[in-house]
């Protein structure tokens, strides 16, 4: 491999480099843009400011913290950027930034602006577009109104093109199709603002803002020309005072329109980029759907020499509306077909139609765009277009007037790998979820028998987690104000209606007056979480705290009201009224949430329950930034005394208790990776739940722990170089993965390593909610220049690599769509992470080998796949899971399937400077487990503990067995077992199975060796969890015990079960002794074995040991399915106290129907198939 140069490149590059290449993303460049514009001004002797205000979301949702972040170069430059406190009022400043010359005092010559909005926030503030339109721009000012679009709705309530609206308020919409262009139109979009007195509509979307490019920036590439066909009238088209609205109105649609084309047509903005010399089957195109069409002429394989022997064209439009018609009209002369390639509705297609529609017959092209001539589909205006779908539809097209067989091969082709998507069914779905430790994991609760109405931020989540009820939504700022339409008309009484801060800041105390005005029975809970956690723990526009909160909506005639959270001593004395609130609104723990609830619902009218907690996600930024006190204690679970029944999952909805398959069943652990702190997992009902206070982790074991620095040279020779791919045409990466674990860091590290080494390349996110756990998919690309890189999303059979950072979203069909069977690698890593399914499911599997195996299928070649545990290898080696998709990167990159340098990605990494020292040993990890992972398995490898180690054979299962009902009672209680397991092994060997064996050996054991006080307190002290704890923590720390001893814990008033506490180490000793007590189980003197609990699993015991003999002397080939399934019952009863009950009576409803099934001549034949 040939050593590349590296260019010298700072990450300030991109707002401070004047000419040159340099690497930013679109949001950046939407940062950029303003400086740009400041230094051309000042070049040109003015002297200008710039306003920028609005409300951010997706695809603008990290515009407002990208701002804050150049602050130093915003500022310098007279930039002056003020979140609105929502659209309409934003967009309200930013009209008041072109009235400044109005009047004396003007500092200025004129402030150039920029409105921006999420498309809901388009819709929100037509008034002002409207009114603001109409007024126009000062004669060196100019406004960008940003649209952020949503197409495919990722991050969305529905879908949004914002086009429309802009047409509604007679604003010229600019669509640029990549990051390149957002720079370029920017400055278009000004000048043309200036020129024409209107407001420009320019559109963003997630190809254009969310994807990262290296592109080209010089004080001359956009130059300006102002029209020479255009007769300004006199006085200008800019602001003025007064300006009745019909003389503005007048002069908006006689002249500004038309200023608008006329410097539309100088300028060029729309252009013929294909031109073949013999027109015959022209593209009309913008935006995202130009770079489309790019891509799916080379995915057809029609280059431009065949595209002009073929005669194709194709016109760019950079204004879609208004169509500037002396450019389309010289393009649509002498075409027999005129094919319209646009997004969502309509626009440039009914435009055209309308200016050809007077030309006669024979020379007018047929035109289609969203349908055919027979009024049938060929571009659908729902979602978004991909290349694939674009190329099918220009082939089918092509293939009427040509008979090219190697084209109707790709269309096919291109349809199959398209098709994909909807064939391929992953049998999981990683959806978007709440963060562990999200307050919204505890406060979208509702009490039985209640539903509540969602709203808009990351609680909208709760629509699609059944237990929370949250069954309807509203536009931001409308929450709850369908119920005032319902209420009159239902036997409901009440709603609860869930409201974020932010968005309660922004519109929704509107909504709550509402309600209050109507006087219907709500609640209404203030979900306060101190930042705007969906688009990235910006603070809420504005200072607003609870105490504020409270004491608005006492003002407006709110009379019922309390704080719940989980943080009360920050309010004063517990039982106290609190300095800080309004009199008579009380605070509450947290824990009592569904108690306050039950109170709220049943007090007439409007109340509301301002639940205060820390953004979760926020709280880990601040910590790390040492903003927030970290509290100095982990929560463990001691598996052996957990039951796998998931009381704690149900309790805490957290992601970060995980499954652990152990040889006594499916048991929970605390990531710790993962793990927020929020500690709600404790309140599980079962005595596993330890709190180590004090001590911090331990770090990985010294064979391990000098890897940090890049050690470990001494184990492993030097790496070979291995010979990297060719850029004859483009390289597509596609990298999936879970939102929040770094998979857009990769796509960013392999975009800088590109600009690093000269070469072109482009990067696309596409997170919507992923940032909350779901899916996260990156599309990178890579070429010798920018100028190869059409369209940055990856085609349909377009990836050269699959990087599979999560084989859920590997194994999805919008992954695997992208495979081209026989040609792409696949490098995937194996380890099956959980889904929020998990939370309500305890029995819920990653079915990883069957993933796996349609994986490799797909793929055409077994031999295409490697799959590697990088989740497992990467926290033994380095200690935080967050080094896994790094180590999966140098993993790729060893097998020689990256196609940049290991020293441009590692310069790459110092450059992000954020954990670069493990960073980079993550990524050399991954190389020496891709030239020697049994050697890496061996390093990484913890000793293993005994009950994980898994049985291999009956004879294994059975004596681990008798060995713990030993230890669990004496040898005669072991013997007990013995005797009734070889009893079915004897009876079973005549059928040459030992299933049912098996299954007797498990669940026996699992009903003898149950947990009672005796038990845990031995499983405490026996050594095994104090080794487990002093194997992950160092330090001085003390262990804190969350028990629910009958004899000391209080009873919950509503629900009747008991309240667990925390006992002190002391707990320890107690333990010790009561370990020794077992001697006294089952006898007089037990005292614990006369309760309705004790007795009621001895009888289960009793029960199991009558039934085996009836599965015996009924055992048969055909009754052999039914008797394991019976003997197997007993998995079901699992958890302490209320849960174990619970679950014994499904269990033993479950065993009624097997004995019954088992009983019916000739039905066991059936439930055996």
Request: a neutral charge.
């Amino acid at each position: 491999m040939t050593a590349t140069a590296l260019a010298s490149v700072s990450l300030e590059d991109k707002y401070t480099l004047d000419s040159g290449r340099i690497y930013l993303t679109g949001i950046q460049a939407l940062v950029r843009l303003p400086l740009m514009q400041r230094r051309r001004d000042e070049a040109a002797g003015l002297n200008t400011a710039c306003f920028i205000s609005g409300y951010r979301g997706s695809p603008l949702g990290g515009y407002d913290q990208a701002l804050w972040a150049a602050r130093k170069f915003l500022q310098k430059q007279q930039i002056e950027f003020q979140p609105g406190l929502n659209e309409d009022l934003g967009a309200t400043a930013v009209w008041g930034s072109q009235q400044v010359g109005m009047w004396p005092g003007a500092k200025h010559d004129g402030v150039f602006g920029i409105w921006y909005g999420k498309g809901p926030g388009v819709d929100r503030s037509g008034d002002v577009l409207k009114h603001a339109n109409f007024a126009g721009t000062s004669k060196f000012g100019g406004v960008l109104a940003l649209a952020g679009d949503d197409h495919a709705c990722k991050s969305s309530t529905v879908p949004h093109q914002s086009e429309h609206a802009f047409i509604a308020h007679m604003m010229p919409v600019l669509n640029p199709a990549n990051v390149q262009e957002i720079l370029d139109y920017g400055l278009y979009g000004w000048a043309m603002s200036r020129y024409s007195g209107l407001w420009v509509g320019f559109k963003t979307i997630a190809e254009n803002v969310d994807s990262s490019a290296s592109v080209y920036v010089d004080p001359n590439r956009v130059g300006i020309v102002l029209p020479d066909d255009f007769a300004m009238p006199p006085g200008g088209l800019n602001i003025r005072w007064p300006d009745p609205p019909l003389v503005q109105e007048e002069r908006l649609m006689r002249d500004k329109l038309y200023a608008a084309l006329a410097f539309a047509r100088a300028n060029r903005l729309d252009h013929l980029v294909y031109d073949s010399g013999r027109h015959r089957f022209g593209i009309v195109t913008t935006g995202k759907s130009y770079l489309d069409v790019r891509q799916a002429l080379d995915d057809l394989g029609i280059d431009r020499e065949l595209a002009a022997q073929l005669g194709i064209c194709i016109y760019k439009v950079g204004m879609p509306w208004p169509l500037e018609p002396t450019g389309v009209r010289a393009f649509a002369e002498g075409l027999d077909e005129l094919i319209v390639v646009e997004e969502k509705r309509a626009l440039i297609e009914n435009q055209l139609k309308e200016q050809l529609y007077n030309w006669q017959a024979d020379k007018r092209p047929v035109i289609v765009g969203k349908f055919d001539e027979k009024r049938d589909w060929i571009l659908p205006s729902t979602g978004e277009l991909t290349p694939a779908q674009i190329a099918v539809a220009i082939g089918r097209r092509l293939l009427k007037y040509l008979d090219h067989p190697g084209l109707a091969e790709r269309v096919r082709y291109l349809e199959e790998r398209e098709g994909q998507k909807k064939i391929v069914k992953a049998a999981v779905d990683r959806i978007p979820y709440f963060c562990s430790g999200c307050p919204h994991n505890t406060s979208t609760r509702v009490p039985e028998g209640s539903r509540a109405m969602a709203g808009i931020g990351c609680h909208y989540m709760a629509t699609w987690m059944p237990d929370r009820k949250a069954e309807t939504f509203s536009q931001m700022g409308g929450e709850g104000a369908a119920w005032i339409g319902q209420a009159p008309f239902t036997d409901t009484r009440h709603v609860f209606v869930n409201l974020g801060d932010g968005t309660y800041f922004h519109s929704g105390s509107l909504a709550i007056r509402a309600a209050l005005a109507a006087g219907v029975n709500a609640t209404y809970k203030i979900l306060y979480n101190d930042a705007v956690a969906m688009t990235g723990g910006q603070p809420v526009d504005g200072t607003i705290t609870v105490p504020m909160i409270a004491a608005q909506l006492k003002a407006e005639g709110v009379e019922t009201m309390v704080v719940v959270t989980d943080r009360p001593e920050i309010y004063g004395e517990p039982g106290t009224q609190s300095k800080l609130l309004p009199a008579g609104v009380p605070v509450e723990h947290r824990d009592a949430l569904d108690h306050v609830q039950q109170r709220l619902r049943e007090t007439p009218g409007v109340s509301v329950m301002i639940y205060d907690q820390t953004c979760a996600a926020e709280k880990r930024r601040r910590r790390k930034r040492g903003l927030m006190e970290d509290p100095a204690r982990r929560v463990v679970i001691n598996e052996a005394v957990c039951e796998g029944c998931g009381d704690c999952s149900k309790v805490s909805n957290c992601l970060s208790v995980v499954p652990v398959e152990t040889e006594f069943g499916r048991k929970r652990a605390i990531d710790q990776s993962s793990c927020n702190k929020d500690f709600s997992c404790v309140n599980g009902f079962c005595p596993s739940f330890v709190s180590v206070l004090g001590g911090k982790l331990r770090k990985p074991k010294p064979a391990a722990a000098k890897t940090t620095e890049g050690g470990a040279t001494d184990l492993f020779p030097v790496l070979p170089e291995p010979e990297l791919p060719s850029l004859d045409q483009p390289y597509g990466i596609m990298i999936t993965g879970i939102g929040g674990t770094g998979v857009v860091t990769i796509g960013a590290l392999l975009g800088m390593a590109s600009h690093l080494e000269g070469k072109g390349v482009s990067v696309l996110d596409q997170a919507g909610l992923a940032q909350k756990g779901g899916a996260v998919v990156s599309h990178v690309r890579i070429a010798r220049t920018p100028e190869a890189i059409h369209a940055v999303r990856i085609a349909a059979g377009g990836a050269k690599l699959m990087l599979g950072c999560d084989l859920v979203v590997a194994a999805g069909g919008e992954a695997q769509s992208k495979i081209h069977p026989g040609l792409t690698r696949q490098v995937v890593n194996s380890h099956e992470t959980i889904t929020g399914a998990f939370t309500r499911n305890p029995d819920f599997v990653v079915p990883g080998t069957s993933m796996l195996a349609a994986v490799a299928k797909n793929g055409g070649n077994p031999d295409l796949l490697d799959t590697v545990d990088a989740t497992r290898l990467a926290t033994a080696l380095l200690g935080d899971s967050i080094a896994t998709n790094l180590f999966m990167l140098g993993f790729a990159w060893q097998k020689g399937l990256v196609p940049v340098s290991h020293e441009a990605l590692e310069k790459a990494i110092e450059l992000n400077a954020t954990a670069v020292a493990m960073n980079k040993a993550a990524f050399l990890w991954g190389r020496r487990a891709a030239h020697d992972l049994a050697r890496v398995e061996r390093l990484a490898a913890p000793p293993q503990e005994e009950g994980h180690r898994l049985s291999r054979t009956l004879d294994e299962t059975i004596a681990r067995r008798v060995e713990q009902l030993t230890a669990y009672q004496d040898a005669a209680y072991a013997a007990r077992f013995t005797a009734l397991v070889e009893a079915v092994r004897t009876a079973e060997a005549k059928l040459g199975r030992q299933d049912l064996t098996e299954a007797v050996a498990r669940n026996y054991y699992k009903l003898l060796a149950y947990k009672d006080e005796y038990e845990v307190a031995r499983l405490y002290t026996d050594g095994s969890f104090l080794k487990q704890i002093e194997a992950q923590f160092e330090g001085d720390y003390k262990l804190q015990f969350h028990l629910a001893p009958p004899t000391f814990s209080e009873k919950d008033p509503d629900t009747g079960h008991l309240k667990k506490r925390a006992f002190g180490p002391w707990m320890l000793r107690a333990f010790g002794l009561l370990a020794r007590m077992k001697r006294l189980r089952g006898t007089a003197f037990d005292p614990f074995g006369r309760t309705a609990e004790r007795k009621a699993e001895r009888q289960l015991i009793t029960d199991y040991e009558a039934v085996v003999p009836e599965l015996l002397a009924r055992l048969g080939p055909d009754t052999h399915a039914v008797c394991v399934a019976l003997a197997r019952v007993p998995e079901q009863i699992r958890g302490y106290g209320h849960i174990k009950d619970e679950n014994r009576d499904k269990a033993k409803a479950r065993e009624a129907e097997l004995l019954a099934t088992l009983r019916t001549p000739a039905a066991p034949k059936l439930a055996a198939e």
